[in-house]
């Protein structure tokens, strides 16, 4: 008779990109070139009824943001959003859903509901600083 076990392996991979999909709530609580953007048809990167940037992590810069756009969002998104790690070819590294990271929210404490930052014309955003945590597996 034989007996068998599990072993989880720890695996380090790098990591280069964010892509968020956030189900926002109100979308009059962000703010595109100073206008209230009341039905969230100014936010950039908006697909149906959720706001889908792309960051490079060292940067700090949405891919795709259009030249010349500033943006100032506080979107009350609680659990309703996904959050990938992807690899430098924009391969799910690691995936994780509900509430909203600490590095979703550079502009001030989420407290796990909110995205709050602030981006600029370049599409970088202000004060961007790389927080993995909640996206790494704990050992049991």
Known sequence: ??????????????????KAECG???????EVNGKTDDEGTLI???VNDAWCPTIDLT????????EGTTADVHYKVCDDGVYKLLDAEKNVVRSIS????????????????????TVGTDGQIVGWRVDLDGFEE???
């Open 1 to 18: 008779m034989t007996s068998t076990i599990e072993l989880t392996q720890v695996v380090s991979k790098e990591v280069k990109y964010l």
């Open 24 to 30: 926002v709530r109100y979308w009059e609580d962000g």
């Open 44 to 46: 950039p990167l908006r």
């Open 59 to 66: 940067t700090g810069v949405i891919e795709d943001w259009p």
């Open 98 to 117: 509900g509430y909203v990271p600490k590095i979703m929210s550079p502009g001030g404490s989420g407290y796990g509901d909110y995205v709050i930052m």
């Open 138 to 140: 704990e050992a049991e």
